[in-house]
């Protein structure tokens, strides 16, 4: 931020780079948007942790209120034959406590969704790019929206001094009695236009300035834009960035990598499942709560586990049919993706040209149409003009700011896009 100019209380920021430094370190949402970005970098790790070995400690208390009966015959232990007794096995009182440890050795479903998992995560994380660009746009579009209003502030006030200067001298005119009510409130009602949309430009200015603020995360800090119109028209900036770069092209990618490893892991669920298990435990037994003098023994057990869901009905071909298809639907919007940024990176040059090409030539022209107002204003003080051809002058006047506005406007919207994607290839070439 030390390259930021600082007059007084006020920071003055001279440049869009200047003002997306400032919202990069001040902006809430591109906080909260960072913050997503760590998030995201720990998903593949949170995947790839089914892998590894797992272990975990356990402990159990069972109390008994009713212990199982098995009826054996009671000539057995010493009755009478023919009837049988009723013995009760176990004790109240159970207590175990132990360790068990599984890994897995053969899931094809499990490593499939590992790999899904990360390219899910990287094209999150393309998303999140894709959303700090559209903001940035949003930065550049409104900033240079600001200058445009400036630049139509000072047309509107050139025309609001000359109008006024053609009614104040009307107005002695009329007074002499040497004029005609309408011609004169002809020339007063342009000259009240004139400061209305004066008044206009001045609103639309301040309500673009306060939406820039909002946008950079400005807060209470006082802020100038002291961005100079001439410079930015001379100094366009053509296309320097490859579609490569950008996030959206990237998440394409992305996109359909994950939907090809999604419908392979629908597949690979078919497969068997193996893991190896061990577990190791202590046991106690007791008919006291206390379990005091109770027996202990311990257990030790490894081995094998092996799932296979030879059938579930129709829900595993439904689902690698789901994917499959999801898959060539996102190949499908690859190409749509390339096709629209390859067009829109050809329309930007196109625009970016052809309206620097109009606005160059809208300087002397303005200036002209300026002084044949001044000359007009002159001519109908001295008599040859009448109101009517003094106000026709003042209307291709306006006409003439309004076509050079538009081509302004978009020249910058082209500037805009064009800034933000060559600062993004710049940063990720």
Not at 22 to 41: D, L
Not at 395 to 422: K, M, V
Request: glycine share 4%; aromatic share 10%.
């Amino acid at each position: 931020m030390s390259c930021l100019s600082v007059h007084g209380q006020d920071l003055i920021l001279q440049s869009l780079e200047q003002v997306l430094l400032f919202a990069k370190e001040n902006a809430p949402e591109q906080q909260i948007r960072n913050w997503q970005k760590e998030r995201e970098q720990y998903a593949p790790s949170i995947s790839s942790a089914e892998l590894f070995p797992s272990l975990r400690a356990y402990g159990t208390w069972d109390n008994y209120l009713q212990l199982p009966v098995q009826l054996l015959p009671s000539e057995a232990v010493g009755g009478e034959p023919g009837t049988f007794t009723e013995i009760r096995f176990g004790t109240q009182f159970q207590a175990s406590l132990g360790l068990e440890a599984s890994l897995p050795l053969f899931d094809p479903e499990l490593w499939r969704r590992v790999k899904s998992d990360r390219l899910r995560a990287q094209m999150n994380l393309q998303e999140l790019y894709s959303q700090e660009q559209a903001w940035r746009e949003e930065i550049a579009r409104t900033y240079f929206q600001l200058l445009l209003y400036e630049e139509s502030l000072k047309l509107a006030d050139t025309r609001f001094h000359l109008s006024d200067s053609i009614y104040r001298l009307s107005e002695l005119i009329y007074e002499e009695g040497e004029m005609e009510p309408l011609p004169f409130q002809r020339i007063k009602s342009s000259a009240l236009a004139a400061k209305q949309a004066l008044i206009r430009q001045q609103k639309q200015a301040d309500l673009v300035k306060s939406s820039l603020l909002s946008l950079i995360g400005a807060g209470d800090k006082q802020i100038r834009f002291s961005g100079k119109i001439q410079d930015l028209i001379t100094q366009a900036e053509f296309s320097t960035y490859e579609l490569s770069s950008l996030p959206d092209w990237k998440r394409s990618e992305l996109a359909v990598a994950w939907s090809e490893q999604s419908w392979k892991q629908n597949r690979a669920g078919h497969l068997p499942k193996l893991n190896a298990t061990g577990r190791f435990y202590q046991q106690t037994l007791a008919n006291q709560f206390s379990l005091r003098d109770a027996s202990s023994f311990e257990v030790g057990v490894v081995g094998l586990s092996l799932n296979w869901n030879l059938f579930q009905g129709n829900l595993k071909r439904l689902k690698i049919k789901t994917a499959y298809l999801d898959w060539q639907i996102a190949k499908e919007r690859q190409i749509l993706t390339r096709q629209m940024l390859t067009q829109e990176q050809q329309n930007l040059e196109t625009e970016l040209g052809k309206s620097q090409q109009l606005v160059n030539e809208f300087g002397k022209l303005l200036q002209l149409f300026e002084e044949n107002y001044r000359l007009a204003g002159i001519q109908w003080a001295e008599g040859p003009l009448n109101a009517d051809e003094l106000l026709q002058v003042e209307r291709e006047w306006i006409e003439q700011q309004q076509e050079y506005l538009i081509a302004l406007a978009d020249l910058f919207t082209s500037q805009a896009l064009l800034a933000i994607r060559n600062q993004t290839y710049s940063e990720n070439p």
